[in-house]
Each structure stands twice: as structure tokens, then as C-alpha cells.
């Protein structure tokens, strides 16, 4: 137990819905979002609606070449820049280094630009009308080096892993079936609805705060205590109301808070950079293109016996996070499928295009798209149902992974399968349209308007937390406190972008102590006044922080209750007043029998998996090859359901990011740089395209967790896009092997299948 001053008059949060009790530790009801009525009320501030007196403008001066020798940054002399403030990376005053997991991003280019949008130099004015001239009269002056953009041809490789089981040569040597396959998948845009703003406020000790649109604050405070040489007080991030993130802003805010705070110290003065949507779609990360290379092998009685696979991720001119979403996609690249004979290998390789980074399911649907086509297409062969199929395979209770995880408990591919198949009556569906597909061949293709409907199936699973011994690297910290008023109060680092952070906490830490839901606060997450819980990434939030906030509330309950001889909720306020403040930090422990070799990368991945399965039906217009999504079921076990409306939203929200991953969510690029970089040209699924999405929530409570909760954000992005696109096989009769199943691509194939029945 730690004793700390109390904090300071947090203004508690409207609850329109009272504590419903419960008799276990969560109540799956669904009190309203603690911050709803002040988004539904426009109340809420986000950064571009905080108002600091005095504030400069600020802007980045970006590279337009791909690759070039940097050789200067020209001021033009007939511009009076008395007027502005101008910093380059002679002005960084300690590492011009994005801290990251490699050294290898500079804050602001100095000798070599390696991607365009790369920033060079930043500029701050009093009006923006100021700001846009000084810009204009800025110039690089460079000279152009021979860019690398196809990942295959690579030489510079920031991470590589090899997992390897059982001998997979000779599994496939002795194989009744080798199903080989080579699949595609590109750019994904997170798209949040808010754009990156960062305001940099200069402080009175020397140091800066920064208040920001962001998922991890202790990543920016790490990031200006290294390159402003500021200690731990120094550095003050503040997250301001954050209108979405899905991983896009979990690396890259350090980078637009450094720009800022650069430009606040510079010219003293509080400054603004906010981008507008076009910047953002140009300059941050988006999710890794990647090709994946599989080599299945199937028994004569049908079992799966060997995989091969390769997977080459494009990380782009630096490394950011590359190497987790490598790791992760790695580790989920043979799908929830039982295999004795596995090899995986696979590298991030640098390219001359924008950096990528995080994004919802983080290396994950990547392979397990390349994963489910492999089996949907193996299913074909063998004549087999793809439901029946994956009965066969699937991981049960006992099972092992091809690290050498035995999968213990909290295992529900079988029961996310089949509640999804029997919501979607799977194969009644399926034998329809197969006679629909057959008559049309019959009637040679004509009588129903051209329009073919399809259905298609895909399973996944998902690691929670973060991998290997991550969490045990972290040492993640969440508190309760009791003030000496007599208020409790959560301090996490946790943020809330949208997925209910500050909703769900609450309900826990009422839960555990008894008392109302209304008599819990939730206090901001300002870095000097919560402790370091941890990134806001990898479904590690409600099972990993929230169960430190469930363990730190059982400790403030036994202390308080020992010292009054009487239950919490009755006497926490006189305690309060007769002890003055009661802190509690609770410290993450390593979960109990997991145990992971990061060097060799055996053993327990994952401390739990998360299981879901989906399945889409789809029209297609045989004529044009447009695909309209119709309907899916998501089956997904997030292990303890805390508040299902919620839990239900990140079901469907991450169900139609993955149906637009599958359809028409394309980055197009020319000479390293995006060309559709605007909401005119980068297309999303809107309300239009969303189809029916039924949800079914499973639970396979994970025993160490103290709620049995497991992650379940990026769950739905594993599966959507391989149903979808197995459903337009149902339909056609064609694999697409690349994502997304655009128009062109769909007509192409159904050309090529029809040429060669031809020839």
C-alpha cells in the first residue's frame, strides 16, 4: 500500500443509467458511456477545440521525392523571417530520434530523405494567413538517390523470425495433398474520425505540455524527455478528448508532439498543429502490405499434416513498430488450426514509402486472410464443406501451437464455429446457392439478372495481451485511490478513443468494492498525475489494466474494511475522514505457468486467445464485378462479456473495417507516394454499404484475469475479409487472392477462368 497527497476535485462524470447489482464480479448490463452525453451534446473538448491565448501555428515542411541526399533547407532571403520561427534538426536539443523500437527515425530528416511527406523542417506563425507564406518561401534543395519500393527486391530487413516444428519436409514429401498459394493484401488507412492534433505549451520549469489526440501518452512522454532533455516532470502529455485511433495513433503522435513542442520552445509561445485530412492520409502509418506464401500439406484421411509459409511485410522507410506486428502476424499466420509440422518464416523489409505501423489487429489479418483462403481452397478440393473441414482441424483443449504452447483453457474455436454456423444456417445457405451457381451454368449464365449470390466462412483467434513476455517488459502500473474527501478514483494510463475505456472501468472498480457505479471517477490521463499503465494497443486494456484495477480495489477494500471492522460501501467516506488519502498501486505480475523464450520464440505466446468466427453473404454483379456485402454473423468470445452494448459495438465497428479491407479500401501509390490521399479518392464502407451484422458474444472466462475478460477490439478484423472474400468465390466461382476484391480484380479472374475452360 502507498500513501499519497490526495488529488485534486475531479468533476464526476454524468451517469444517466443507475448501479444495477449483481451477485457476481461483472455485471453484464450496459450502463450509458460515461462520456456520450457530452460527445452527444458537443460539449466535449477535442485538441482543435481547446483554446490556449497566444497560440502560433504551426506546419511541416515535407520531403516530395521518394528517395534523395538531403542537401539544404533554402530561406528566402526577400521573406522577412523575423516574422516566424523556423527549427530544424540542428535545433533538437538532445536525440533526433523518434524513440521507437529502433534508433532509426530522425525527428526531422538531416542528410537522407527516405520517404515522401518525410518531415524536414517545421515552421510556427502568429495567423495561419503568416504561416502559409512563410511556407511558401521555404525550399529543399536535394539530390535524387535510386529508391527501393517492391519489398521482394529489399536487402535491409528489420525483423525476421523462424518458428519451426516437426519436419514439414518430409510431412509434405508424404502428403495426399499439397495446396500451395501465394496471397496479397496492401494498405489499410485507419481513417479515424478526428485527424492528429497536437498543442505544445511551453512551461514555466523549462519543460513543455503537450495536449494531444492520442492512445499512449508514456510513448510521447518517453519520446520529449529523450530528444528535449526534460525529466520526468518536464514532460507533461495530456490526452485530450481522442476521436478514434485504431492504432494510428499509437506510434505516431510522438512524432507530431516532438513538432510541436520543438516549435512551443522555439518561439515561446503555446503552438497548434492540427492536420487536416489530406496531411494525415499523405504522412502517418498505415497497416503493413505483406505477401504471404503457404504450402499446405493434407493427409489421405484429410487431416492437416504440414504448413510452410512465408510472409514478407513492407514496413517502409523506417522501422516503428515493425517488429510486433511482424511477431504477431507470425504467430497467428497458421490459423486456429492443430498442425504436428509447421515452419513459419518471415521479415519486415524496409521500402522508400511512408513508414507503416499500427492498426487494428496489428499483423494478424494480414496472414490469417492468406491462412483461411488456404483452408477454404483445400476445403475445395477435397469436396469437403469449409465448415466441416474446419470441425475437423480447429484447436481444442490440449492442443499445441507450433511455439509449443499447450492450449489449456479459454478455448472456443469449436463454440464460436458453431453458434455462427447455426445463426447463419451455414450449410442450408451454401446448398442453395451451389444450386443457384449450377443452374446458371446450366442456362449458360443469363436468367437472373447477373447477379450471383454467395456465402463464405472463416475462423480465427487472436493472442491477448501483448506477446511473449511483453506485458512482464512493460511492468505495467494502475491505482485506486480513496481521497481524503471520501471520493474513489481510477488512475490508469489507459485512454479512451471510443471503445468504452471510461465505462467499463467504473463498472469494475463498482463491482469489486460494492458500491454505486455513480460513486467512481475517472481521472484524466495526464502523465503527472496517472501512473504508466501501459499502451492502449494489442486487447490488453480491460484484461490486462482492468485487472490490476480489479486487484488494486481488493487491497483498498481489505484496508479499509480492516480498519473499520465494517463492509467498504458502509464505512469508505469515515474512513476516509478519520485515515485522510488510501493510494493503492497494483503492479502486473506474470500470469502464473506462461513462460516465453523471446529469443528462440518458444512457448507461451499469448497468456490466452481470443476465438471468433464470421460468415458474410454477398452479391456480385457478374457483368460489373461490384460485390455488395448483405449480411454477416461475428461470433467472437471475448472470455467475460462487462457491458454488451459496448463489446457489441467493437464487433460491429471492426466487422465493417474488415468488410472495406475486403472490398474497396485500396491505397494506390506512384514513385513511393499515395495518390489517393483525400476522402474523394481513399473510399470506405459508409452507412450505404454497411450490411446486417449479427453478433454473438461467447464467453471462455480466462481464469487469470480476476473478471475472465480477454481483449476483443481487434477480434472481428481477423475473420471479415476472408469470409467476404470466400463468400464471392461462393458466388462466382473464383479465388481472389488479393485484397482488396475489387471490381477489376473479380472480373479479371472470372476472364482467365472462363479463357482456360475455353482452351
Same mark, same amino acid.
Not at 533526433?96 to 517545421?122: G, K, T, W
Given at each position: 500500500?502507498?500513501?499519497?497527497?490526495p488529488?485534486?476535485?475531479?468533476? %464526476?462524470p454524468v451517469?444517466?443509467r443507475p448501479?444495477?447489482?449483481s451477485?457476481?464480479l461483472v455485471t453484464?448490463s %450496459?450502463p450509458?458511456r460515461r462520456?456520450g452525453?457530452?460527445k452527444?451534446?458537443?460539449? %466535449?473538448?477535442y485538441?482543435d477545440?481547446l483554446v490556449?491565448?497566444?497560440?502560433?501555428y504551426?506546419q511541416?515542411?515535407?520531403?516530395?521525392?521518394a528517395r534523395?541526399?538531403?542537401?539544404?533547407?533554402e530561406?528566402d532571403p526577400g521573406?522577412?523571417?523575423t516574422?516566424?520561427v523556423?527549427?530544424?534538426?540542428?535545433?533538437?536539443?538532445g536525440?533526433?530520434i523518434?524513440?521507437?523500437i529502433?534508433?532509426?527515425q530522425p525527428i526531422?530528416?538531416?542528410?537522407?530523405?527516405?520517404?515522401?511527406a518525410?518531415p524536414?523542417?517545421?515552421v510556427?506563425?502568429?495567423?495561419r494567413?503568416?504561416?502559409?507564406?512563410?511556407?511558401a518561401h521555404?525550399?529543399?534543395r536535394?539530390?535524387p538517390?535510386?529508391?527501393?519500393?517492391d519489398?521482394?527486391?529489399?536487402?535491409?530487413?528489420f525483423a525476421?523470425?523462424?518458428?519451426?516444428t516437426?519436419d514439414v519436409?518430409?510431412a509434405l514429401?508424404g502428403?495426399?495433398?499439397v495446396?500451395e498459394g501465394?496471397?496479397?493484401?496492401g494498405?489499410?488507412?485507419?481513417?479515424?474520425?478526428?485527424?492528429?492534433a497536437?498543442i505544445?505549451?511551453?512551461?514555466?520549469d523549462g519543460?513543455?505540455a503537450?495536449h494531444?489526440s492520442l492512445?499512449c501518452?508514456?510513448?510521447?512522454?518517453? %519520446?520529449?524527455?529523450r530528444?528535449l532533455?526534460?525529466s520526468?516532470?518536464?514532460a507533461?502529455?495530456?490526452?485530450a478528448?481522442?476521436?478514434?485511433?485504431?492504432g494510428?495513433k499509437?506510434?505516431?503522435?510522438s512524432?507530431?508532439?516532438?513538432?510541436?513542442a520543438?516549435?512551443?520552445r522555439a518561439c515561446a509561445?503555446?503552438?497548434?498543429?492540427i492536420?487536416?485530412?489530406?496531411e494525415?492520409?499523405?504522412?502517418t502509418?498505415?497497416?503493413?502490405?505483406?505477401i504471404v506464401?503457404y504450402?499446405?500439406?493434407?493427409s489421405?484421411d484429410g487431416r492437416?499434416?504440414a504448413?510452410e509459409?512465408?510472409?514478407v511485410?513492407?514496413a517502409?522507410?523506417y522501422?516503428t513498430l515493425?517488429?510486433?506486428?511482424l511477431?504477431r502476424?507470425?504467430?497467428?499466420?497458421?490459423?486456429p488450426?492443430?498442425?504436428?509440422?509447421?515452419?513459419i518464416r518471415?521479415?519486415?523489409v524496409a521500402?522508400?514509402? !511512408?513508414?507503416n505501423?499500427a492498426?487494428?489487429g496489428f499483423g494478424a489479418?494480414?496472414?490469417e486472410f492468406a491462412?483461411?483462403?488456404?483452408?477454404n481452397?483445400?476445403?475445395?478440393?477435397?469436396?469437403v464443406?469449409p465448415?466441416?473441414?474446419r470441425?475437423?482441424?480447429?484447436?481444442?483443449?490440449?492442443?499445441?501451437? !507450433?511455439t509449443?504452447?499447450v492450449l489449456r483453457e479459454?478455448?472456443a474455436?469449436?463454440?464460436?464455429?458453431?453458434?455462427?454456423?447455426?445463426?447463419?444456417?451455414?450449410?442450408?445457405?451454401?446448398?442453395?446457392?451451389?444450386?443457384?451457381?449450377?443452374?446458371?451454368?446450366?442456362?449458360?449464365?443469363?436468367a437472373?439478372g447477373?447477379?450471383?449470390?454467395?456465402i463464405?466462412?472463416a475462423l480465427?483467434?487472436?493472442?491477448?495481451g501483448?506477446?511473449g513476455?511483453g506485458e512482464?517488459?512493460?511492468?505495467?502500473?494502475a491505482?485506486v485511490?480513496?481521497?481524503?474527501?471520501?471520493r474513489?478514483v481510477?488512475?490508469v494510463g489507459?485512454?479512451?478513443m471510443g471503445?468504452g475505456?471510461?465505462?467499463?472501468f467504473?463498472q469494475?472498480?463498482?463491482?469489486a468494492?460494492?458500491?454505486?457505479?455513480d460513486d467512481v471517477?475517472?481521472?484524466?490521463?495526464?502523465t503527472?498525475?496517472v501512473p504508466?499503465?501501459?499502451p492502449?494497443?494489442?486487447?490488453?486494456?480491460a484484461m490486462?489494466v482492468?485487472?490490476?484495477v480489479?486487484g488494486?480495489?481488493?487491497r483498498l477494500?481489505?484496508v479499509?474494511?480492516?480498519r473499520?471492522g465494517a463492509?467498504?460501501?458502509?464505512?469508505?467516506?469515515a474512513?476516509a475522514q478519520a485515515h485522510g488519502?488510501?493510494?493503492?498501486d497494483e503492479?502486473f505480475?506474470?500470469y502464473p505457468?506462461?513462460?516465453f523464450d523471446?529469443?528462440t520464440?518458444?512457448g507461451?505466446?499469448?497468456p490466452?486467445?481470443?476465438w471468433?468466427s464470421?460468415?458474410?453473404?454477398?452479391?456480385?454483379d457478374?457483368?460489373t464485378g461490384?460485390?455488395?456485402v448483405?449480411?454477416?454473423v461475428?461470433?467472437d468470445?471475448?472470455g467475460?462479456?462487462i457491458h454488451p452494448?459496448?463489446a457489441?459495438?467493437?464487433?460491429?465497428g471492426?466487422?465493417?473495417?474488415?468488410?472495406g479491407?475486403a472490398?474497396?479500401?485500396?491505397?494506390?501509390?506512384?514513385?513511393?507516394?499515395y495518390?489517393?490521399?483525400r476522402?474523394a479518392?481513399y473510399?470506405?464502407p459508409t452507412?450505404?454499404?454497411?450490411?446486417r451484422?449479427?453478433t454473438i458474444l461467447v464467453?471462455? +472466462?480466462?481464469s487469470?484475469a +480476476?473478471h475472465?475478460?480477454?481483449?476483443?477490439?481487434?477480434?472481428?478484423?481477423d475473420?471479415g475479409?476472408?469470409?467476404?472474400?470466400a463468400?464471392i468465390?461462393?458466388?462466382?466461382?473464383?479465388?481472389?487472392h488479393d485484397?482488396?476484391a475489387?471490381p477489376?480484380r473479380?472480373?479479371?479472374?472470372?476472364a482467365?477462368?472462363d479463357?482456360?475452360?475455353?482452351?
Amino acid at each position: 500500500m502507498t500513501i499519497r497527497p490526495p488529488l485534486g476535485r475531479i468533476a %464526476a462524470p454524468v451517469t444517466l443509467r443507475p448501479h444495477l447489482p449483481s451477485s457476481g464480479l461483472v455485471t453484464p448490463s %450496459a450502463p450509458f458511456r460515461r462520456e456520450g452525453p457530452a460527445k452527444l451534446t458537443g460539449t %466535449a473538448l477535442y485538441t482543435d477545440d481547446l483554446v490556449f491565448p497566444g497560440a502560433w501555428y504551426g506546419q511541416t515542411i515535407r520531403s516530395t521525392e521518394a528517395r534523395a541526399r538531403l542537401l539544404g533547407v533554402e530561406l528566402d532571403p526577400g521573406f522577412d523571417w523575423t516574422r516566424v520561427v523556423v527549427v530544424t534538426a540542428a535545433d533538437i536539443p538532445g536525440a533526433n530520434i523518434v524513440n521507437s523500437i529502433q534508433d532509426d527515425q530522425p525527428i526531422l530528416a538531416v542528410d537522407e530523405i527516405r520517404h515522401h511527406a518525410e518531415p524536414v523542417a517545421l515552421v510556427a506563425a502568429p495567423d495561419r494567413a503568416l504561416l502559409r507564406e512563410a511556407v511558401a518561401h521555404v525550399a529543399l534543395r536535394t539530390s535524387p538517390l535510386q529508391p527501393v519500393f517492391d519489398p521482394l527486391a529489399s536487402s535491409q530487413v528489420f525483423a525476421h523470425y523462424d518458428i519451426q516444428t516437426g519436419d514439414v519436409e518430409a510431412a509434405l514429401a508424404g502428403a495426399a495433398l499439397v495446396v500451395e498459394g501465394e496471397y496479397r493484401v496492401g494498405h489499410q488507412e485507419q481513417l479515424y474520425i478526428e485527424n492528429n492534433a497536437m498543442i505544445a505549451v511551453p512551461r514555466d520549469d523549462g519543460g513543455v505540455a503537450v495536449h494531444g489526440s492520442l492512445q499512449c501518452p508514456y510513448y510521447v512522454h518517453k %519520446a520529449l524527455r529523450r530528444s528535449l532533455l526534460l525529466s520526468d516532470a518536464q514532460a507533461q502529455v495530456i490526452q485530450a478528448e481522442t476521436g478514434g485511433g485504431f492504432g494510428g495513433k499509437e506510434e505516431y503522435p510522438s512524432i507530431l508532439a516532438l513538432h510541436a513542442a520543438l516549435l512551443a520552445r522555439a518561439c515561446a509561445r503555446p503552438v497548434r498543429m492540427i492536420y487536416d485530412r489530406h496531411e494525415d492520409i499523405a504522412a502517418t502509418t498505415k497497416r503493413h502490405p505483406a505477401i504471404v506464401t503457404y504450402r499446405s500439406g493434407v493427409s489421405a484421411d484429410g487431416r492437416l499434416v504440414a504448413q510452410e509459409i512465408e510472409i514478407v511485410m513492407d514496413a517502409g522507410a523506417y522501422c516503428t513498430l515493425s517488429p510486433v506486428v511482424l511477431s504477431r502476424g507470425t504467430l497467428h499466420a497458421g490459423g486456429p488450426y492443430a498442425c504436428p509440422n509447421v515452419r513459419i518464416r518471415s521479415r519486415a523489409v524496409a521500402t522508400n514509402t !511512408p513508414p507503416n505501423g499500427a492498426f487494428r489487429g496489428f499483423g494478424a489479418p494480414q496472414t490469417e486472410f492468406a491462412a483461411e483462403m488456404q483452408v477454404n481452397r483445400i476445403a475445395e478440393a477435397l469436396a469437403v464443406s469449409p465448415l466441416e473441414l474446419r470441425r475437423r482441424w480447429l484447436y481444442r483443449p490440449g492442443d499445441t501451437t !507450433p511455439t509449443g504452447q499447450v492450449l489449456r483453457e479459454s478455448v472456443a474455436a469449436e463454440e464460436a464455429l458453431e453458434r455462427a454456423a447455426e445463426a447463419s444456417e451455414f450449410e442450408r445457405v451454401r446448398a442453395r446457392t451451389a444450386a443457384a451457381r449450377t443452374s446458371r451454368v446450366s442456362r449458360g449464365d443469363a436468367a437472373d439478372g447477373h447477379l450471383a449470390h454467395g456465402i463464405g466462412l472463416a475462423l480465427a483467434w487472436h493472442g491477448a495481451g501483448f506477446t511473449g513476455s511483453g506485458e512482464v517488459h512493460l511492468e505495467s502500473v494502475a491505482s485506486v485511490e480513496l481521497t481524503g474527501d471520501g471520493r474513489i478514483v481510477i488512475l490508469v494510463g489507459s485512454t479512451e478513443m471510443g471503445q468504452g475505456t471510461k465505462t467499463i472501468f467504473p463498472q469494475l472498480v463498482a463491482e469489486a468494492l460494492g458500491v454505486p457505479m455513480d460513486d467512481v471517477e475517472f481521472a484524466p490521463q495526464d502523465t503527472s498525475i496517472v501512473p504508466d499503465s501501459g499502451p492502449t494497443v494489442a486487447s490488453r486494456t480491460a484484461m490486462v489494466v482492468g485487472g490490476l484495477v480489479i486487484g488494486a480495489c481488493r487491497r483498498l477494500r481489505a484496508v479499509v474494511e480492516e480498519r473499520s471492522g465494517a463492509p467498504f460501501a458502509d464505512s469508505y467516506r469515515a474512513d476516509a475522514q478519520a485515515h485522510g488519502p488510501t493510494r493503492i498501486d497494483e503492479h502486473f505480475e506474470p500470469y502464473p505457468g506462461v513462460d516465453f523464450d523471446d529469443t528462440t520464440y518458444r512457448g507461451d505466446a499469448y497468456p490466452a486467445f481470443g476465438w471468433a468466427s464470421a460468415i458474410a453473404e454477398v452479391d456480385v454483379d457478374l457483368d460489373t464485378g461490384e460485390v455488395a456485402v448483405r449480411s454477416v454473423v461475428a461470433a467472437d468470445d471475448v472470455g467475460r462479456v462487462i457491458h454488451p452494448v459496448l463489446a457489441e459495438g467493437q464487433v460491429e465497428g471492426g466487422t465493417l473495417q474488415a468488410v472495406g479491407y475486403a472490398t474497396i479500401e485500396e491505397i494506390k501509390l506512384r514513385d513511393g507516394r499515395y495518390l489517393n490521399d483525400r476522402l474523394a479518392t481513399y473510399l470506405i464502407p459508409t452507412a450505404l454499404d454497411a450490411p446486417r451484422i449479427e453478433t454473438i458474444l461467447v464467453e471462455a +472466462p480466462f481464469s487469470g484475469a +480476476p473478471h475472465g475478460a480477454k481483449g476483443i477490439g481487434e477480434l472481428p478484423m481477423d475473420v471479415g475479409a476472408p469470409a467476404v472474400v470466400a463468400a464471392i468465390h461462393d458466388a462466382t466461382g473464383v479465388w481472389i487472392h488479393d485484397l482488396p476484391a475489387s471490381p477489376e480484380r473479380i472480373l479479371a479472374a472470372m476472364a482467365s477462368r472462363d479463357a482456360e475452360s475455353q482452351g
